[in-house]
């Protein structure tokens, strides 16, 4: 990535749901350095975080996100906004680690 260009889906919000009651709502800043994570289904709904991004784009129009959230777990996205299709990989400050696949909606 071009550290002069700004991420497409700039100043977009999406719902990415993974299933099982666990449903986010991701919003990229119109600047493109920072994504609000807003928890919409399970145990902690109602929580919302702004954290800065990186991002870099992947053949096939796949992006790959990450950040680092405020309690210090890691996120890794694998998102595709056309074909509406995320892949993430979660670590938690106590070394859980979750693989999961979900949908993309506007």
């Known amino acids: 990535m071009n550290q002069t260009d700004l991420f497409p889906y700039s100043g977009r919000s999406f ?5 099982e009651g666990l ?3 991701n919003t990229y800043a119109d600047d493109g350095t920072t994504v609000t994570a807003e928890f919409l289904e399970g145990p902690q709904t109602g929580a919302k975080m702004t954290v800065p ?3 870099t784009a992947l053949e096939g129009g ?3 996100l990450s950040w680092q959230e405020e309690d210090k777990s890691t996120v890794v ?3 595709n906004f056309e074909a509406k299709t995320t892949r ?5 400050m106590d070394g859980s680690f979750y693989v999961m696949s979900g949908t993309i909606s506007d």
Do not use: I
């Open 62 to 64: 796949s992006y790959l």
């Open 53 to 55: 991004f990186q991002w």
């Open 23 to 25: 449903v986010f709502r």
């Open 77 to 79: 996205h694998c998102d």
């Open 88 to 92: 993430s990989f979660y670590t938690m």
């Open 15 to 19: 719902v990415v749901n993974y299933g």
